[in-house]
């Protein structure tokens, strides 16, 4: 069955004749997230834990179709498309991580969420841990999936192995000008369908709709721009990182989430020099795109580490 079936044109997205997919039991909203419109779909037990989950590229909010049922039958499950991402605003603005996460955090507010759990995937971790150093007086907890993040976990230089190098290289081609918005527009299919079948472990794990339904979303209405713009600006993330950690560290719980065949083979190693209390996992058979290949898995390591002591 195609489970980008249930997609129809909403009349409140911001992003023109971009269809929205359903996922049964949840809902779709838009927020004013301190002047730009987020698309979050929520759904579960709104007096439970709340969880938010952040996307990476190339993808949006359907990363988490898999995770999503299972959190919510003990949790306020939230998924949040970042600014350009899926069917929210593509504003131009500065796609530093710390200006997202601001955004992100007032769509979260605008939901009626006061505090909650955060989970971040690629670039949704980007932007998690930047938000956590913002806010995290109003966070539970920090879960990141297999980033390399601006002056945290990704290394300085892009490696030239042919054997690790397949896994960085887009950084640095994204970062020159023009150049990607040159090469890729009209071929985003090609190139969302490379990094979701080589960054997989099973080829597989993707079909032709979902990579349709993501390279729709990176072709519309800025949504190539704003993706590149988050690496164009990942200097900046970087430098504003370090600059908040000079003044302090996460002291809230972080569980970093690597995979077998990930790009990053510890997360929770990677990210305990700056933080208080980080324990992490390996989930087994998987490459990059961990919600997708291994959703119970994923929604089983959250589930243990999130608490419902509110």
Do not use: C
């Not at 709340?50 to 909010?61: E, K, M, S, Y």
């Not at 291994?294 to 002591?309: N, R």
């Amino acid at each position: 069955m195609n489970e980008t079936a249930g997609a129809a044109r909403v009349s409140g997205s911001p992003v023109r004749d971009l269809p929205v997919p359903d996922l049964a039991g949840f809902t779709h909203r838009w927020v004013d997230a301190g002047g730009v419109r987020l698309h979050a779909v929520e759904g579960g037990r709104t007096d439970g834990p709340a969880v938010v989950l952040l996307a990476g590229f190339p993808q949006t909010w359907w990363a988490w179709r898999k995770v999503m049922p299972n959190l919510a039958h003990r949790f306020h499950a939230i998924a949040i498309d970042l600014p350009g991402q899926g069917h929210s605003e593509r504003p131009d603005i500065s796609y530093d991580t710390h200006t997202v996460a601001a955004h992100v955090h007032a769509a979260v507010k605008a939901l009626g969420v006061s505090s909650y759990w955060l989970v971040g995937h690629d670039i949704g971790a980007w932007v998690a841990f930047s938000l956590a150093l913002k806010y995290q007086s109003q966070l539970r907890g920090l879960a990141l999936l297999d980033a390399g993040i601006p002056g945290i976990t990704l290394p300085d230089a892009v490696p030239t192995d042919p054997e690790q190098a397949w896994k960085t290289w887009h950084f640095a081609f994204h970062l020159v000008p023009d150049l990607p918005e040159t090469l890729l527009t009209g071929r985003e299919r090609e190139y969302v369908g490379w990094f979701l079948k080589v960054k997989a472990l099973s080829p597989d794990t993707f079909d032709g709709a979902e990579i349709e339904q993501y390279a729709a979303s990176l072709a519309a209405d800025g949504g190539l721009r704003a993706s590149l713009a988050y690496y164009r600006d990942a200097a900046a993330s970087a430098q504003k990182n370090h600059e908040v950690l000079e003044q302090q560290r996460l002291t809230v719980p972080v569980l970093g989430i690597s995979s077998s065949h990930g790009s990053i083979p510890d997360m929770a190693a990677s990210i305990r020099p700056w933080a208080d209390h980080t324990t992490g996992i390996v989930v087994p058979d998987a490459g990059h795109f961990i919600p997708d290949e291994q959703p119970d898995a994923v929604a089983a390591a959250l589930s243990g580490f999130i608490t419902e002591d509110d």
